[in-house]
């Protein structure tokens, strides 16, 4: 699976943007995901897409906010925050499946062996 490794973390207030990135040092067409979790609350997938096709898949409370994508050559994942609300405040990890699909799976964290070690997203009211 290789290494992943994220960057683009920060604080702003609500409302406001912060783009994050993912690379990973291996180049497969598989499902990638983000995933976030706050202090004293589950982990949650956000968004995930397959680098083969392209298909995206996101959490009801991001969409039309959000956008994971991906660079040409297939080894950056990215997702852009848009309007972020303090209720985003998390840790925010990057997963890779391995798996040649997202469809069905996307949002289960046991579907990902290979992680990132998280970058901090605060947003205050």
């Known amino acids: 699976q290789g290494q992943l490794v994220e960057s683009g973390g920060g604080s702003v207030q609500a409302g406001g943007s912060l783009r994050l990135s993912c690379e990973a040092s291996?180049?497969?067409?598989?499902?990638r995901a983000w995933f976030r979790q706050a202090p004293g609350k589950e982990r949650e997938a956000v968004a995930a897409i397959y680098t083969g096709g392209g298909q995206t898949y996101y959490h009801d409370s991001v969409k039309d906010r959000f956008t994971i994508s991906q660079d040409d050559r297939k080894n950056m994942v990215f997702l852009q925050m848009n309007n972020l609300k303090p209720e985003d405040t998390a840790m925010y990890y990057c997963?890779?499946?391995?798996?040649?699909?997202?469809?069905?799976?996307?949002?289960?964290?046991?579907?990902?062996?290979?992680w990132g070690q998280g970058t901090q997203v605060t947003v205050s009211s």
């Open positions: 997963a890779a499946s391995g798996r040649p699909y997202c469809v069905g799976r996307w949002n289960a964290g046991d579907f990902f062996p290979t």
């Open positions: 291996t180049y497969r067409l598989h499902c």
